[in-house]
């Protein structure tokens, strides 16, 4: 079982830059495969960006390719999300999720994953 602690959020200006970070609990956080997913108010929860157990495999839903980037550091149990050239439609809760079902990026993006955050609120100004 792993414990997520999401952390990074706030409000900034449109083209602004925020680094969403999700510490893990647990000695195996190299076995699970990590994501980052977001709810907008009214809307479902949908998929971000995911990262495979070594960190060299990763993923993004098409809206955010480009924009932000997923990456991982192993020793430190922390998985971040760097969010660039920030949007007002990126305004939402966004979660971390972890799942050792799975150890690529693709398949993380696939699946309803076993374990999430609290979440951690980022809004966009125009």
């Known amino acids: 079982q792993v414990q997520l602690v999401e952390s990074g959020g706030g409000l900034v200006q449109a083209g602004g830059s925020l680094r969403l970070s999700c510490a893990a609990s647990?000695?195996?956080?190299?076995?699970?495969?990590m994501g980052w997913f977001r709810q907008a108010p009214g809307k479902e929860r949908e998929f971000v960006a995911a990262i495979g157990w070594s960190g060299s495999n990763t993923y993004y839903a098409d809206s955010v390719k480009g924009r932000l980037t997923i990456s991982r550091d192993n020793a430190k149990n922390t998985v971040y999300l760097q969010m660039n050239s920030l949007k007002p439609e990126d305004t939402a809760a966004y979660y971390c999720?972890?799942?050792?079902?799975?150890?690529?990026?693709?398949?993380?993006?696939?699946?309803?994953?076993?374990?999430w955050g609290q979440g951690t609120q980022v809004t966009v100004s125009s």
């Open positions: 999720a972890a799942d050792s079902r799975v150890s690529t990026a693709q398949a993380m993006g696939s699946i309803s994953p076993r374990y």
């Open positions: 647990g000695r195996t956080f190299s076995m699970y495969a």
